[in-house]
């Protein structure tokens, strides 16, 4: 059995009950989205639950048993959890948290409107290194309706992508309807991409540390 030391950067969710975590190998910064063996891979309490029955939160350092690689072309870091506990082993500085972010010129591939899904079929001639991104947005707001969106820019570029980042939603939800603007405070978005889903990956929010 292999164990991987990760940073998580979020716990999202996953076709609720079920979680999506991931985080970067503290040793080597590479991306880590640990997957269950069911068909969509999602992740339930019982499996990522401490010792003390808590669950992994952005910034934890946790230790996870893996089985093997688990890769798909939209998410190709994905790796099946092993058998046993996951231990908390510690928590990353938010001040450091610079050290971990992504630099890439496009959020994957743009396609116009609001840049928030790729079609299945870009990914037969394309291959994607990573489905998850950590980066520092220049401006932020937060558009609470049906769903919790969040509109930034990177590069230049807007995005409006769906947040699934179950504390975030938690508070804007108890907010209300409305557009709160989010661009004075420090914040690091965790971006993910979903596997295929009616024709398209999803872009997606998973996790906004502040």
């Not at 048993?65 to 790796?79: G, H, L, M, R």
């Not at 396609?111 to 991104?133: H, M, T």
Request: charge should be positive.
């Amino acid at each position: 059995m292999l164990y991987k030391e990760i940073v998580c950067l979020a716990n999202s969710y996953k076709n609720d009950p079920g979680r999506c975590v991931a985080g970067k190998d503290i040793k080597d910064r590479k991306w880590v989205r640990p997957v269950s063996a069911s068909p969509r891979g999602e992740l339930f309490k019982e499996q990522m639950a401490f010792s003390n029955g808590e669950i992994p939160q952005p910034l934890d350092i946790i230790k996870i048993p893996f089985d093997s690689a688990k890769s798909t072309v939209c998410q190709p870091e994905n790796i099946l959890i092993g058998g046993g506990k996951w231990q908390k082993i510690g928590v990353f500085p938010k001040s450091r948290l610079i050290e971990l972010c992504d630099a890439p010129q496009t959020i994957w591939f743009n396609s116009g409107g609001n840049n928030d899904r790729i079609p299945v079929e870009y990914f037969q001639n394309a291959k994607i290194e990573s489905s998850l991104y950590l980066i520092k947005p220049k401006s932020m707001k937060i558009v609470q309706a049906k769903k919790a969106r969040a509109i930034f820019q990177h590069k230049s570029v807007e995005y409006n992508l769906v947040i699934t980042d179950p504390i975030v939603k938690a508070e804007f939800n108890k907010k209300g309807s409305g557009t709160y603007d989010l661009s004075e405070k420090e914040l690091y978005l965790c971006l993910s991409l979903a596997e295929a889903f009616q024709g398209f990956c999803y872009k997606l929010v998973a996790a906004i540390i502040q």
